[in-house]
Nanobody, 122 residues
């Protein structure tokens, strides 16, 4: 397993932008597909975006065109660029790693970070 540490969350006005980072340690990021999930108060964990070992990306419909997931294998870092933020995007965002192929289901991921809070004011 790997260890994941997220950062970059904060308070932003609606329409604003944030970039979340997830630093992976313990093994090379090359072997892992990565995902971002979020959980709002009183709701379940929700898939946001994923990126495969080969840089294939996929997004949940509500964030398509606004969010961009990317990875930098040499620095073992995954990013989530979030533009045009809406109040509905407010949640704790979690980075997750899956050894091998990509998935969109939280139960398929092996390792999780502690989360970073995103708050969007209207």
């Amino acid at each position: 397993q790997v260890q994941l540490v997220e950062s970059g969350g904060g308070l932003v006005q609606a329409g604003g932008s944030l970039r979340l980072s997830c630093v992976v340690s313990g093994q090379s990021l090359n072997y892992y597909s990565m995902g971002w999930f979020r959980q709002a108060l009183g709701k379940g964990r929700e898939y946001v975006a994923s990126i495969s070992r080969f840089d294939t990306t996929h997004y949940e419909d509500s964030v398509k065109g606004r969010f961009t997931i990317s990875r930098d294998n040499p620095s073992n870092t995954v990013y989530l660029r979030m533009n045009s933020l809406k109040p509905d995007d407010a949640a704790t965002y979690y980075c997750a790693a899956r050894f091998g192929g990509v998935s969109y289901r939280p139960e398929d991921f092996d390792s999780w970070g502690q989360g970073t809070q995103v708050t969007v004011s209207s």
